[in-house]
T-cell receptor, first 113, second 111 residues
Framework: DGGITQSPKYLFRKEGQNVTLSCEQN?????MYWYRQDPGQGLRLIYY???????QKGDIAEGYSVSREKKESFPLTVTSAQKNPTAFYLC????????????FGQGTRLTVV | AQSVSQHNHHVILSEAASLELGCNYS??????LFWYVQYPGQHLQLLLK??????LVKGIKGFEAEFIKSKFSFNLRKPSVQWSDTAEYFC?????????FGTGTRLLVSP
């Protein structure tokens, strides 16, 4: 089945540790996105990438980093510099040029204690 | 800058009432507009989309939306809601690169 896989579904980390969230897609989509979802704030764009080895900051990139070494993979690292990392993280992809809808993964709920 | 504004954060309706959720966007180029729905505990899924052509678009489950270019709006409507429409609804605008979402509207439909 084609789709987007995020893992793990739940993740717990101690404060001060970096953590990497996985996102893999087999839809052959060029563009991939990371969002953070918090109650009452909708989905806020963290990073996005249109092609391999290229990515751009979204609206709330501080404290996060990404890589795009393969078309199908777009991992997100939540660093210790992120002041409020506990959130629900969603990965999405869509075909380019950008006229088609995005497809979403199931999300990863990160809790930092 | 590309942005989306959803004015209603929480909406409570009785079954069979009509629904209209507001969405306004800001973007200087050609836009593609979307409404997504997130049912409790489920993935975000696409309700409907507008790319070009007829500004009145129909989506799944009886939803429709009207693109009004002069008002930069893309409001979501449904003539008669059901209890199963209880969910969070997100408007989104796609420029050539970015896909930006609004803050969402939580809809509660009481039986």
């Amino acid at each position: 089945d084609g789709g987007i896989t995020q893992s793990p579904k739940y993740l717990f980390r101690k404060e001060g540790q970096n953590v990497t969230l996985s996102c893999e897609q087999n839809l052959n989509h060029d563009a991939m996105y990371w969002y953070r979802q918090d109650p009452g704030q909708g989905l806020r764009l963290i990073y996005y990438s249109q092609i391999v080895n290229d990515f751009q900051k979204g609206d709330i990139a501080e404290g996060y980093s990404v890589s795009r070494e393969k078309k199908e993979s777009f991992p997100l690292t939540v660093t210790s510099a992120q002041k409020n990392p506990t959130a629900f993280y969603l990965c999405a992809s869509r075909a380019m040029p950008g006229q088609l809808e995005a497809f979403f993964g199931q999300g990863t709920r990160l809790t930092v204690v | 800058a590309q942005s989306v504004s959803q004015h209603n954060h929480h909406v409570i309706l009785s079954e069979a009432a009509s629904l209209e959720l507001g969405c306004n966007y800001s973007y200087g180029g050609t836009v593609n507009l979307f409404w997504y729905v997130q049912y409790p505990g489920q993935h975000l899924q696409l309700l409907l989309k507008y790319f070009s052509g007829d500004p009145l678009v129909k989506g799944i489950k009886g939803f429709e939306a009207e693109f009004i270019k002069s008002k930069f709006s893309f409001n979501l409507r449904k003539p008669s809601v059901q209890w199963s429409d209880t969910a969070e609804y997100f408007c989104a605008v796609a420029g050539f690169q970015k896909l930006v979402f609004g803050t969402g509207t939580r809809l509660l439909v009481s039986p």
